[in-house]
């Protein structure tokens, strides 16, 4: 079944303490993005990558690192969380080509909360 | 920066009755446009997609795209309590550094009354 996972689904945690949400996709996407969603502002891009070892800033990076040294895993690393980073996140791929009907797949998402 | 718009909502219709929810978008270089359905804490899934101008249906759903007036619109017929979600709308470019981003709306709440 084709699927973007991410985990843990849902965290807990202290403000400081790293942590990293995983995501990992089989479908063979070139393009995987972050996402985070509060109430009021909608979907915003965190990060993106068009492929392995090429990533970008979205439009609310700061706070955030990614990697991707493997094409199908995209993790999503808060060195130092803080409450304002408490916020619902999705992963998404995407294959990356010209055809105009590519769609996002989404992940089940990561409920994160900062105390 | 691309900016889509949509009205937030709540837009109530009756059971039975035409949904008809609307979106602009800023970047006249976008080629695809998405809509989504968001049930509440969950992740999006996709609907309709279309980008050429004019009208695209499926099932109860129907797709609008008017790229002079930078519209997209979803209507939905008879529609169900099951309905009952929040509609994103997503505009993407073509595949290429920074236009490829998929840029939503803050979505409109639809809610369908029995």
């Known amino acids: 079944e084709a699927q973007v996972t991410q985990n843990p689904r849902y965290l807990i945690t202290v403000t400081g303490k790293k942590l990293t949400v995983t995501c990992s996709q089989n479908?063979?996407?070139?393009?995987m993005s972050w996402y985070r969603q509060d109430p009021g502002l909608g979907l915003r891009q965190i990060y993106y990558?068009?492929?392995?070892?090429?990533?970008d800033k979205g439009d609310v990076p700061e706070g955030y690192k990614v990697s991707r040294k493997e094409k199908r895993n995209f993790p999503l690393i808060l060195e130092s969380p803080s409450p304002n980073q408490t916020s619902l996140y999705f992963c998404?791929?995407?294959?990356?080509?010209?055809?105009?009907?590519?769609?996002?797949?989404f992940g089940q998402g990561t409920r994160l909360t900062v105390v | 920066q691309k900016e889509v718009e949509q009205n937030s909502g709540p837009l109530s219709v009756p059971e039975g009755a035409i949904a008809s929810l609307n979106c602009t978008y800023s970047?006249?270089?976008?080629?695809?446009f998405f809509w989504y359905r968001q049930y509440s804490g969950k992740s999006p899934e996709l609907i309709m997609f279309i980008y050429s101008n004019g009208d695209k249906e499926d099932g109860r759903f129907t797709a609008q795209l008017n790229k002079a007036s930078q519209y997209v619109s979803l209507l939905i017929r008879d529609s169900q309590p099951s309905d009952s979600a929040t509609y994103l709308c997503a505009v993407r470019g073509l595949p290429g550094a920074g236009s490829y981003q998929l840029t939503f709306g803050k979505g409109t709440k639809l809610s369908v009354i029995p």
């Open positions: 998404a791929s995407s294959p990356y080509r010209s055809r105009l009907d590519t769609e996002a797949f």
């Open positions: 970047d006249r270089g976008s080629q695809s």
């Open positions: 990558s068009m492929n392995v070892e090429v990533t």
């Open positions: 479908m063979n996407h070139e393009y």
